[in-house]
């Protein structure tokens, strides 16, 4: 498969600076979701790039690294959990989508977002279905959005150990579901998803 036919299309349309847009965490109890977007330097391919999903914590781990060293630009945004629950999980990962965009430090002309929705960008922007599965740039997207929260949610872990955060990153696992049913929710958790669970 060629993880840079999209790049190249948008390149070969006269665009210079094609990012991939990803985000992680919609699916969690907890948490924010977090987006990011990468600029690769044109035919940059990154060994060992995958989607993150399929990627052991310590591959992402190692490649999150090489990906900010290699990436021409590239930016970390999150929507709180407040905005998750003021406008919903899916505008809140538009939001955060945008805000990586607008975030790079070298500004796209293009974006490339991962799913079958399109954030308000001020960029020509396409969705692509599966991009992290495709899309060298996506893909990258992928791996530091995942990293920047799995992150952040071991630090929750130290701050509320009873819900071992560390161990799930806020999915509702079975072991967290027991821990929200014994200790009730934190300031983390998002009411709007713990309807059924808290009945």
Known sequence: MNWLEYENE????????????DEAGRGPLAGPVCAAAVILP???????????????????????EVIKAEAVSYSIAFATV?????????????LAMKRAVEGLPVPADYAMIDGN????LSVPSRFIVKGDAKS????CASI?????????????????????????KGYGTKAHVAALKEYG??????MSFLGKILK
């Open 117 to 120: 929705r399109l954030p308000d």
């Open 82 to 94: 407040e905005e998750i629950e003021e406008m919903n999980i899916l505008n809140a990962t538009m």
């Open 10 to 21: 948008a390149l070969a349309q006269g665009y210079t600076h094609v990012c991939g847009v």
């Open 144 to 168: 530091l959005a995942k990293v920047s929260r799995d992150r952040l949610l071991y630090e929750y872990a130290k701050e509320y150990p009873q819900y071992q955060f560390d161990k799930h």
């Open 136 to 139: 060298m740039s996506i893909a």
């Open 42 to 64: 044109t035919d940059k391919c990154i060994e060992g790039v995958n989607d993150s999903k399929k990627l052991s914590e310590k591959k992402r781990e190692a490649l999150f």
């Open 185 to 190: 929710p934190c300031p983390y958790h998002r």
